[in-house]
């Protein structure tokens, strides 16, 4: 299934608000990330040119964070399966929009 860019971080932003990660995910994107030009930009634009896949894995450094490695694995097994669930894969995804 053919997703933009647009309609890929909606659905990673509801995925993460439905399973209570949203705010965790945010807090620590930012906290963790003041020192790389690339994520200076924002979180909208980390959301637009991440592959989908990949959204939870290269936000920032997990063993950094309050929730740690084993909280952050699960999400990201969640998210990964969420895609699955919806035929929504690296080449499914579309770079274009």
């Given at each position: 299934?053919?997703?933009?860019?647009?309609?890929?971080?909606?659905i990673f932003i509801r995925f993460l608000?439905?399973?209570?990660?949203y705010s965790k995910f945010k807090?620590?994107?930012f906290l963790?990330?003041?020192n790389f030009k690339r994520?200076?930009?924002g979180l909208d634009t980390y959301l637009q040119t991440v592959?989908?896949?990949l959204l939870i894995s290269m936000a920032f450094n997990w063993e950094s964070t309050a929730e740690g490695i084993g909280y952050w694995h699960?999400?990201?097994q969640k998210w990964i399966?969420?895609?699955?669930?919806?035929?929504?894969?690296?080449?499914?995804?579309?770079?274009?929009?």
């Open positions: 299934m053919e997703k933009s860019k647009n309609e890929m971080a909606k608000k439905d399973v209570d990660a807090n620590n994107y963790l990330n003041t994520y200076k930009r592959v989908c896949e699960s999400v990201e399966i969420h895609l699955r669930k919806y035929n929504i894969f690296i080449s499914s995804f579309s770079y274009g929009n």
